[in-house]
T-cell receptor
Framework: AQSVTQLGSHVSVSEGALVLLRCNYS??????LFWYVQYPNQGLQLLLK??????LVKGINGFEAEFKKSETSFHLTKPSAHMSDAAEYFC????????????FGTGTKLQVIP | DTAVSQTPKYLVTQMGNDKSIKCEQN?????MYWYKQDSKKFLKIMFS???????INETVPNRFSPKSPDKAHLNLHINSLELGDSAVYFC????????????FGPGTRLLVL
């Protein structure tokens, strides 16, 4: 069974500082991994995804994530936080083969302090 | 053009009532989903349809009944609403399951009084 754990339900960073949101996964087969962002009162939208190609994945808005199989991690980073990055971030995992559901983590709320 | 739309956006109703939420996608996707997001932002899949066929049916009370009249529409009917049904319900679509990106609607905020 697949699962994903996001460490830290709330993360605060200063504007211009590094953003690091942690995600660890569990999967019995090579996984597909996703980061989604949810702005207030909106649906989720994809930031980036890993589908077994390059292990360093670049996404929208300057975000990137690195797939580390040995650590079962897929942490999300951004070199310099912007006020507009304040949102809820969800890590998610899916597996290949047949009709596979996506399992979402519990989310991390990112606060950006001016 | 809105890719995934839901109606209504807000729904306030009394316990025991029956209500429906509609979802439409204009992306030409084959797969559609219903998710429930609770007050702690936890997002849980409820159902998934592929080309009008039910493919994922999580442990959801049978008061919840999805219906897909065609692959562009997935509606959710809820009977005998309970206080615990209060949540935000999101519809989403993707080309297939697995590695495909899901596109979410704006959500329907349901409040049961």
């Amino acid at each position: 069974a697949q699962s994903v754990t996001q460490l830290g339900s709330h993360v605060s960073v200063s504007e211009g500082a590094l953003v690091l949101l942690r995600c660890n996964y569990s999967s019995s087969v090579p996984p597909y991994l996703f980061w989604y962002v949810q702005y207030p009162n909106q649906g989720l939208q994809l930031l980036l995804k890993y589908t077994s190609a390059a292990t360093l994945v670049k996404g929208i808005n300057g975000f990137e994530a690195e797939f580390k199989k040995s650590e079962t991690s897929f942490h999300l980073t951004k070199p310099s936080a912007h006020m507009s990055d304040a949102a809820e971030y969800f890590c998610a995992v899916s597996e290949s083969g047949g009709y596979q559901k996506v399992t979402f983590g519990t989310g991390t709320k990112l606060q950006v302090i001016p | 053009d809105t890719a995934v739309s839901q109606t209504p956006k807000y729904l306030v109703t009394q316990m025991g009532n029956d209500k429906s939420i509609k979802c439409e996608q204009n992306l030409g996707h084959d797969t559609m989903y219903w998710y429930k997001q609770d007050s702690k932002k936890f997002l849980k899949i409820m159902f998934s349809y592929n080309n009008k066929e039910l493919i994922i049916n999580e442990t959801v009370p049978n008061r919840f009944s999805p219906k897909s009249p065609d692959k562009a529409h997935l509606n959710l009917h809820i009977n005998s609403l309970e206080l615990g049904d209060s949540a935000v319900y999101f519809c989403a679509s993707s080309q297939q399951t697995g590695s495909e990106t899901q596109y979410f609607g704006p959500g329907t905020r349901l409040l049961v009084l």
